[in-house]
């Protein structure tokens, strides 16, 4: 008998791995002219596990505290062997894994993988969205230099801008009235901590929902397929799609190693809360639609402060973003228009909005 | 080819690809472990050196003299005063950023550029420098002298 | 009250008390004003006798509670020009330049009187300005040259503290300039015209007006204030080197000192100029139109060829530092952390500083010291930047091995596919 069959044997008489992995291996992709964008959601997934690795590593030698922080980050990046691997790999896969996340999302959303019956697959998915960004700007903060922190400062201050709740939930989230070492020390819970705890969990109920509902197949061929099953076409899942992913896996793996080596990412200068924030600061490419949106907003609308009116937008449109499916017709022959529309606009305003952020001064 | 052949060489062609992909396969988790491994080992300088460093040594200044030494990315001067006390402070003049000395026949700190005076703690007394050299906190541990930055409230 | 009773009443007792209000409201408006009625009247009078109430706001002296009268005298109380400006009341009118100093003196050279007022403030400006050479020839009867409302201006006058004031530091060399860069004006004296367009050329004046360092000199700082005169050739050095200090050290136990005193020549000024002083260059070591000490020397003599010694190994150290923080530039932007080596560059740039500053020991032992100092710093620091540049390739090296082992894995994938698909 093969050391492999041998395995599953052992296996299958402890745990019932047999009927364990069987929907696994019923498991099939529908194949059609957009089935590469199924492999998002698995390079996602695959990153955050990078992420999650590369970070424990990376806790081994960093140290949170404003004395500490900024010189355990230049520590890893000089002395440790390798350090400026793992923390470049660290860096650069957050924010390809945001690219991604959001990429995702709007495949799914232009898919209309999101109707019924996958509305909570869409919302945890949603969650987890706000979740990575989260991630982002609380690990940015980490390395406590200029750059993250008036970052941190400006986008902790336009969250006390919301009103009512928005100054207690900004002095929760500085762990006082201003940004200080306090805030590193939040910052740092929330991100090795709180935020891998919940991504976890929302994880694997979006991926026991994917596995239980299969995979979505886009609306004008769902009417095709149910019309004229023998036309409708499929891919297994273990191995053939499997193998495929495994593939794109790795071209990420490729992709993330040349980063870190050719452009590690820097150090910048140790933060000091008595400077004056540098001209022209800017958060990371992800938050730039937002923040740039946030500067073209006039002063007052109406009689309201023009930043509580652009906070309350984004508040009201990512609430709209997370019960989106529940606006949708179940009808695969009648997909709403508008809700198409939209999409297209939100994905337009995203990239022109961000590019506009980039560029201007 | 005969039908045998032909059977024969799938499984040969195929093992072929196998050994081929677990190759590729194990050379690149190589190619992954091995910077983990060295990774996780310890480097031999365990100081992190930005925030704490090693001035001198305790018999290594005598009173009324200076020392300068790295710290962080900046020089910093300690000074041994005349009745044996530590001072430890930024050695980067607020002038014109040149590199400050101790003056042992002025007990002062001054400045050979544009003939800045400090006074021990620091404290910027004569010419042109606007802002006083930030201060440092000196600790002596066993025959060691230690100097980090004042810690933030 | 019974006149309350009566609604005409009403409108009477209203009437009173409306006109009471205005009065007492009026009075309180003028109470604490020092009754001035002088710029009445010339706050709308034009140029040559006008004083606006604005303008005169400005001025130190009426901040501290004097009016026009503290100087002019007369009756500041009176509305009629003619009690108001009466010789009677002790009216001066205008004031003649001549007496210009005595007048200011008259209060700021009472030190009972300005203690009232600025107890740290000094008195003794008209006793310096009698030893200026405005003074002198302002007592010698010329009244083209400068008294204390030319500088300090009149009216409007703000403390050098200001930085409005035509006396603060950053102002002073304009202030200075109205007269002494005025060709018509300072004909028949016989000193140039150039000093402040020589000066504005400075990096004295860079440092001053344009970056704000309020340490920098300027004319007042050179020549004085009060006592404002040039310092004499054989004493120009010892302004210098108030902050020079260093520079000065090494000049006045040098042979040029010894020299320069014999041929009274000035200190500093022969080589570096006075006015027009620009930061100096290796090149004024060289032979070219920069050359400061061909100006006397001959070629070929011991002092040229000690000369050249000098620039070449000015050259040389400048030469390894530039060097180095070449190929650690290439490092950095290839991702190396090279903060320690920049650092040490500081310290190689600091021994370069100190070896031109050494220069004017005009002893090439002194300054070989210094140079061969930073050449083993520079040189210390081209090697970390030849290691950092061997890890970068160490690196890329390692990238490229695990991208040709993921790209066999590729590869086998693919074929793996295809194999087990057909």
Known sequence: MSPLRGVRNWLDQRLGWDDLIAPLRKKTVPLHKLSYWYFLG??????????????????????????????????????????????????????????????????????????????LTWVSGVILLFLVMGFGFSGY????????????????????????????????????????????????????????????????????????????????LEVQWTANPSAKREMKFFPNFSLRELMAWYVALGVLGALAAVFPWNLGVKADPFVSAPAGIKPEWYFLFMFQTLKLIPPKVWFIDGEIVGVLAFGFVGLFWLLLPFFESGQPSHMKKWITGLSIFALAYIVSMSVYGYLAK | MTADQLSESKPTRRRVIEWFLGGGLLASLASFIYPVLRYVVPPPVADLGGDEVVAAKLMELKPNSGKIFRFGNRPGLLIRTPSGEYRAMSATCTHLSCTVQYRDDLHEVWCACHNGKYDLSGRNISGPPPRPLEGFEVQVRGDEIFVRRRREA | MAILRNKRGIFTVARYAGLASCIVLAACLGYGQAANSCLDCHSALPDALGVTQEKFSQDIHAQKGLTCTSCHGGDPTSDDPDKAMSRKAGWKGRIDRKQIPQLCGSCHSDPAYIRQFNPSLRTDQLDQYRTSVHGKRFAAGDTKAAVCTDCHSVHDLRAPSDPRSTVNPVNVANTCSRCHSDAEYMKGYSIPTDQFAKYSTSVHHQALAVRGDLSAPTCTTCHGNHGAAPPGVDKVQNVCSNCHAFQAQMYERSSHKKAFDAASLPGCVVCHSNHGISHPTDATLGTGPDALCMRCHTPGDKCD??????????????????????????????????????????????????????????????VDQDIQAGRRIAAKNLQSGKEAMVERNYRRAGLGISLIAIGIVLAGLRLYIKKIES
């Open chain 1, 141 to 220: 903060l980490l390395p406590w230099n200029t750059l993250a922190f008036f970052a941190t400062k400006v986008g902790t201050e336009i969250t006390g801008q919301v009103p009512g709740i928005g100054k207690p939930v900004m002095i929760f989230l500085r762990g006082g009235e201003e940004v200080t070492g306090a805030t590193l020390t939040r910052f740092f819970g929330f991100h090795v901590a709180v935020l891998p705890g919940l991504a976890t969990v929302l994880i694997l109920l979006h991926l026991l929902l994917v596995q239980r509902l299969g995979m979505s197949i886009p609306p004008k």
């Open chain 3, 305 to 366: 060829q000690a000369r050249a010694g000098l620039q070449s190994s000015l050259s040389q150290l400048d030469a390894s530092i530039k060097s180095a923080d070449q190929i650690l530039g290439v490092a950095e932007s290839s991702g190396m952390e090279v903060s320690e080596a920049r650092l040490g560059q500081d310290q190689a740039r600091d021994s370069l500083t100190k070896a031109r500053v050494t220069i004017h020991s005009f002893r090439t032992d002194l």
């Open chain 1, 42 to 119: 698995g390079i996602t997934l695959f990153l955050f596990v990078i992420q999650v690795l590369t970070g424990i590593l990376l806790l081994l030698y960093y140290r949170p505290g404003a004395n500490e922080a900024f010189e355990s980050v230049q520590y890893i990046m000089t002395q440790v062997q390798f350090g400026w691997l793992i923390r470049s790999i660290h860096s650069w896969s957050a924010n390809l894994m945001i690219f991604t996340a959001f990429a995702h999302m709007f495949s799914v959303l232009f898919l209309k993988a999101y109707r019924k019956p996958r509305e």
